[in-house]
């Protein structure tokens, strides 16, 4: 009856319609609810193109990233991700000379020649020319220049052969793979050189047996719905659930005290635990909702366009409950558990600070990231790669494990609340001299710095 | 067992400031005043009682069980906080289920306590009306139908007729004196008109400390023959001021009916009869609290 009550007291507030409204918002504008415009998938005919992959195959891995790494080093333009948003990184003299060792090392040509290809280079970005001998340039009265030239063979500067930027035959890919890390740390990281980038280098076509393979996962182990509940719960928990429940969370808590409630529930019979275990369950009944609600109007958009196969229906309930919930759950909880402490809406900031270091440290791993601490495990995979049943099924022990770990967080945050609302029912908090005078003084800095 | 409370060498600080300072009183059935000023300590001992606040030393039963067991002495206590309201989206009845819940009822318990506390307060009809849209006073009968929603043996209500009009005052002191007859009453405020209505027993707390314990007929006959009326003219009430320790006074016309305090009459003075309102006035003064004419001239407005 307890939850009853606190649900339909999340429910009809205007905090709680905002939340649905921006949570809609976010899941649509990401195409969540038009996953049948893509196209079904359908079994791979033979000679067919069936995409790339990237697999970490030293050969094919290390030219290309030689190349890649020479090409910036000659513009002293390198491009790296380090919190999500591109950055392009220029480097000093001594860096630079730090990255043709590297790239000497890799090749072992010597450095001054590195150099010596980089003076005479030309670009897009900063075109030269170098006229040697008796030349001259003379306006053609058309707005233009005409070169004439007594000896043709002065341009020999622009003639000079290429380097042969070949990676040495006796180089090991580990000892490649630590040269490039080093390059990567000189570029402050969020590189394509790190050593768990590198793969990106390694890109191979799918072929038609691997295709095959990944249809008959994607119909076997997915069910086909499977595919598109990740899809959805990929976008979900990035773009909303890791980050939305913590306002809804940190509004309700705070409404106690704001609508002089908080005396009269103190002084009550209930416990501290039934209270919060309450709340806590039905804010995240409250969030949950309307997931389940638009995982399967998403879902059910599809299931026409494979009929006759064999469907899982509770896939987008599976989904919901085991990859999206955590993650509502741990920031559920850290809203209640800082706003029970401080009584302001620190816990907003912080959730927000967790979120945009998560979504964006983990921009260049979009297509898959199952680390144990991600706040927002990803898997960016559709139908054009047949949803990648199979790196799935190789990451599900450790997203499990995220998942786990995540929920078990959360609870030992409620219990934390919990142990925090005793103590303000009792005065220990709110009562405590010294501490109301710091979160006093907390509030008053925060009301004081300009906006 | 006849239900009381028991205060015996209490002390509360917040931080180096102590609020209550070696309080000791006996409350037994019916209501009971608790007078002092602002800051005086009153809300910190209703905070104490209703375990809202912990207390530095001393002890504190209510109906034989010790303050510190908290959870059985919220089984028996109703508290009505100086500041009350509700959460203004819900109405009356849900606020009051809601309530009711967190106290423990059952589904019946509920709806019968709630038909009953809501009739009791004259809140019957609008019942379904947000929180929000009542007026102050039925805000504040609604506070005591919440608070007697468990049907506790003690309320504790603190300060509940301030920026209440006439009409509500009276009735809300009525619902009280309904609610005391079978159960501890406590009352604090500093509106002596709500003490000399309602209790028979009363204490003083100034400072933290308690300076008077006892009826309110003891209070008075402590200051018979010492309060006095003057009629004088308008133009002589500055030099009054600075003279006499006034606790009241009312013009009509050019003359000004002042009463006072004072051991010995002044000239031209007549001794009346002492109200509360001069006995509490009295004790401060005797008890050494600072009270200048004007400052008492100040407290007796908002005492009065």
């Given at each position: 009856m307890?939850?009853?009550?606190?649900?339909?007291?999340?429910i009809?507030?205007?905090?709680?319609?905002l939340?649905?409204?921006?949570?809609?918002?976010?899941?649509?504008?990401?195409?969540v609810?038009?996953?049948?415009?893509e196209?079904?998938?359908?079994?791979?005919?033979?000679?067919g193109?069936?995409?790339?992959?990237?697999?970490?195959?030293?050969?094919?891995?290390?030219p290309?990233a030689?190349?890649s790494?020479?090409?910036?080093?000659?513009?002293n333009?390198y491009?790296?991700?380090?919190?999500?948003f591109?950055?392009?990184?220029?480097?000093?003299?001594?860096?630079q000379?730090?990255?043709?060792?590297i790239i000497?090392?890799?090749?072992?040509?010597?450095?001054?020649?590195?150099?010596?290809?980089?003076?005479?280079?030309?670009?897009?970005g900063e075109f030269?020319?170098?006229?040697?001998?008796d030349?001259?340039?003379?306006p053609?009265?058309?707005?233009?220049?005409?070169?004439?030239?007594?000896?043709?063979?002065?341009?020999?500067?622009?003639?000079?052969?290429?380097?042969?930027?070949t990676?040495?035959?006796?180089?090991s890919?580990?000892?490649?793979?630590?040269l490039?890390q080093?390059?990567d740390?000189?570029l402050?990281?969020?590189?394509?050189?790190?050593?768990?980038?590198l793969?990106?280098?390694g890109?191979?076509?799918?072929t038609?047996?691997?295709a095959?393979?990944?249809?008959e996962l994607?119909?076997?182990?997915?069910h086909?719905?499977?595919?598109y509940?990740?899809?959805?719960?990929?976008?979900?928990?990035?773009?909303a659930?890791?980050i939305?429940?913590?306002?809804?969370?940190?509004?309700?808590?705070?409404?106690?005290?704001?609508?002089?409630?908080?005396?009269?529930?103190?002084?009550r019979?209930?416990?501290?635990?039934?209270?919060?275990?309450?709340?806590?369950f039905?804010?995240?009944?409250?969030?949950?909702l309307?997931?389940?609600l638009?995982?399967?109007?998403?879902?059910?958009?599809?299931?026409?366009m494979?009929?006759?196969?064999?469907?899982?229906?509770?896939?987008p309930?599976?989904?919901?409950?085991?990859?999206?919930?955590?993650?509502?759950?741990?920031?559920?909880?850290?809203?209640?558990?800082?706003?029970?402490?401080?009584?302001?809406?620190?816990?907003i900031?912080?959730?927000?600070?967790?979120?945009?270091?998560?979504?964006n440290m983990?921009?260049?791993?979009?297509?898959?990231?199952?680390?144990?601490?991600?706040?927002?495990?990803?898997h960016?995979?559709?139908?054009?790669?047949?949803?990648?049943?199979?790196?799935f099924?190789?990451?599900?022990p450790?997203?499990?494990?995220?998942?786990?770990?995540?929920?078990g967080?959360?609870?030992l945050l409620?219990?934390?609340?919990?142990v925090?609302?005793?103590?303000?029912r009792?005065g220990?908090?709110?009562?405590?001299?010294?501490?109301?005078k710091?979160?006093?003084?907390f509030?008053?800095?925060?009301?004081?710095?300009?906006? | 067992?006849?239900?009381?409370?028991?205060i015996?060498?209490?002390?509360?600080?917040?931080?180096k400031?102590?609020?209550?300072?070696?309080v000791?009183?006996?409350?037994?059935?019916?209501?009971?005043?608790?007078?002092?000023?602002n800051?005086?300590?009153?809300?910190?001992?209703?905070?104490?009682?209703?375990?809202?606040l912990?207390?530095?030393?001393?002890?504190?039963?209510i109906?034989?069980?010790?303050?510190?067991?908290?959870?059985?002495?919220?089984?028996?206590?109703?508290?009505?906080?100086?500041?009350f309201?509700?959460?203004?989206?819900?109405?009356?009845?849900?606020?009051?289920d809601?309530?009711?819940?967190l106290?423990?009822l059952?589904?019946?318990?509920?709806?019968?306590?709630t038909?009953?506390?809501?009739?009791?307060v004259n809140?019957?009809e609008?019942?379904?009306?947000?929180?929000k849209?009542?007026?102050g006073?039925?805000?504040?009968?609604?506070?005591i139908?919440?608070?007697?929603?468990?049907?506790?043996k003690?309320?504790?209500?603190?300060?509940?007729?301030?920026?209440?009009?006439?009409?509500?005052?009276?009735?809300?002191?009525?619902?009280?004196?309904d609610?005391?007859?079978?159960?501890?009453?406590?009352?604090?405020?500093?509106?002596?008109?709500?003490?000399?209505a309602?209790c028979?027993?009363?204490?003083i707390?100034?400072?933290?400390?308690?300076?008077?314990q006892?009826?309110v007929?003891?209070?008075?006959?402590?200051?018979?023959?010492?309060?006095?009326?003057?009629?004088?003219d308008?133009?002589?009430l500055p030099?009054?001021?600075?003279?006499?320790?006034?606790?009241?006074?009312h013009?009509?016309?050019?003359?000004?009916h002042v009463?006072?305090?004072?051991?010995n009459?002044?000239?031209?003075?007549d001794?009346?009869?002492p109200n509360i309102?001069?006995?509490?006035m009295?004790?401060?003064?005797?008890?050494?609290?600072?009270l200048?004419?004007f400052a008492?001239e100040?407290?007796?407005g908002?005492?009065?």
């Amino acid at each position: 009856m307890m939850f009853c009550r606190e649900l339909k007291k999340i429910i009809w507030g205007i905090p709680y319609l905002l939340f649905v409204v921006v949570l809609t918002l976010a899941l649509f504008s990401q195409g969540v609810l038009e996953f049948d415009t893509e196209g079904s998938v359908s079994k791979p005919e033979p000679g067919g193109n069936y995409g790339t992959k990237n697999e970490e195959i030293p050969e094919l891995i290390m030219p290309a990233a030689l190349q890649s790494l020479y090409a910036e080093f000659q513009q002293n333009e390198y491009r790296t991700y380090p919190i999500g948003f591109i950055k392009t990184v220029k480097l000093n003299d001594k860096e630079q000379a730090e990255i043709a060792e590297i790239i000497s090392r890799i090749t072992g040509i010597d450095t001054e020649k590195l150099y010596g290809e980089n003076e005479n280079s030309y670009t897009a970005g900063e075109f030269s020319i170098q006229i040697d001998g008796d030349g001259s340039l003379q306006p053609d009265g058309n707005g233009g220049f005409t070169i004439s030239m007594d000896d043709a063979a002065a341009i020999n500067s622009m003639q000079e052969e290429p380097l042969d930027l070949t990676v040495r035959a006796n180089l090991s890919y580990s000892e490649f793979r630590e040269l490039m890390q080093r390059a990567d740390d000189l570029l402050g990281g969020g590189s394509d050189y790190a050593a768990d980038a590198l793969i990106g280098f390694g890109t191979v076509p799918v072929t038609y047996e691997e295709a095959l393979e990944r249809y008959e996962l994607m119909k076997t182990r997915d069910h086909v719905t499977g595919g598109y509940a990740r899809l959805f719960s990929d976008y979900a928990v990035a773009m909303a659930l890791s980050i939305l429940p913590v306002f809804l969370a940190v509004i309700m808590d705070m409404k106690d005290r704001s609508c002089k409630m908080a005396e009269l529930i103190y002084t009550r019979k209930a416990s501290g635990i039934k209270i919060i275990f309450t709340r806590y369950f039905a804010l995240l009944t409250a969030v949950m909702l309307p997931i389940i609600l638009l995982s399967y109007l998403s879902n059910a958009g599809i299931w026409g366009m494979y009929q006759g196969m064999d469907l899982d229906y509770f896939a987008p309930l599976k989904y919901d409950l085991g990859w999206i919930m955590p993650s509502a759950m741990i920031a559920i909880a850290l809203g209640m558990c800082l706003t029970e402490l401080t009584n302001t809406p620190l816990a907003i900031a912080v959730q927000g600070l967790w979120w945009f270091v998560d979504i964006n440290m983990g921009i260049k791993s979009v297509a898959s990231s199952y680390s144990l601490f991600r706040l927002a495990p990803r898997h960016n995979a559709g139908t054009n790669t047949y949803f990648r049943t199979q790196d799935f099924i190789d990451n599900f022990p450790r997203l499990i494990t995220n998942r786990l770990l995540f929920a078990g967080l959360s609870i030992l945050l409620v219990i934390v609340t919990i142990v925090i609302f005793e103590a303000n029912r009792k005065g220990q908090i709110n009562g405590n001299h010294k501490l109301k005078k710091a979160l006093a003084n907390f509030r008053n800095r925060k009301d004081q710095s300009p906006a | 067992m006849e239900p009381s409370i028991q205060i015996q060498h209490l002390n509360k600080f917040y931080g180096k400031k102590q609020a209550l300072c070696d309080v000791n009183l006996t409350i037994g059935l019916g209501m009971f005043g608790l007078l002092g000023r602002n800051g005086a300590g009153k809300t910190t001992l209703m905070k104490t009682l209703a375990t809202l606040l912990q207390k530095k030393s001393g002890t504190v039963t209510i109906c034989g069980i010790p303050v510190e067991n908290e959870k059985e002495i919220r089984r028996i206590i109703g508290y009505l906080p100086q500041e009350f309201s509700m959460y203004p989206t819900m109405n009356v009845i849900e606020a009051m289920d809601y309530l009711a819940i967190l106290s423990g009822l059952s589904k019946r318990e509920r709806k019968e306590r709630t038909d009953l506390l809501l009739e009791k307060v004259n809140l019957t009809e609008h019942r379904y009306q947000k929180v929000k849209a009542l007026s102050g006073g039925m805000k504040r009968r609604l506070g005591i139908a919440q608070a007697l929603l468990n049907d506790p043996k003690v309320l504790i209500v603190d300060e509940p007729t301030a920026g209440l009009d006439p009409e509500e005052r009276i009735r809300f002191r009525n619902l009280l004196s309904d609610a005391a007859e079978e159960r501890i009453v406590i009352l604090s405020t500093h509106i002596v008109g709500d003490i000399e209505a309602t209790c028979e027993n009363i204490a003083i707390l100034d400072n933290g400390k308690v300076l008077y314990q006892g009826t309110v007929d003891d209070l008075l006959a402590a200051a018979c023959g010492k309060v006095f009326t003057k009629v004088t003219d308008r133009a002589e009430l500055p030099k009054l001021k600075n003279e006499l320790f006034i606790t009241g006074m009312h013009t009509q016309g050019k003359s000004v009916h002042v009463r006072f305090i004072a051991d010995n009459a002044a000239p031209g003075a007549d001794a009346c009869e002492p109200n509360i309102e001069d006995a509490y006035m009295l004790y401060l003064k005797q008890n050494g609290t600072k009270l200048s004419a004007f400052a008492a001239e100040e407290i007796g407005g908002a005492l009065s």
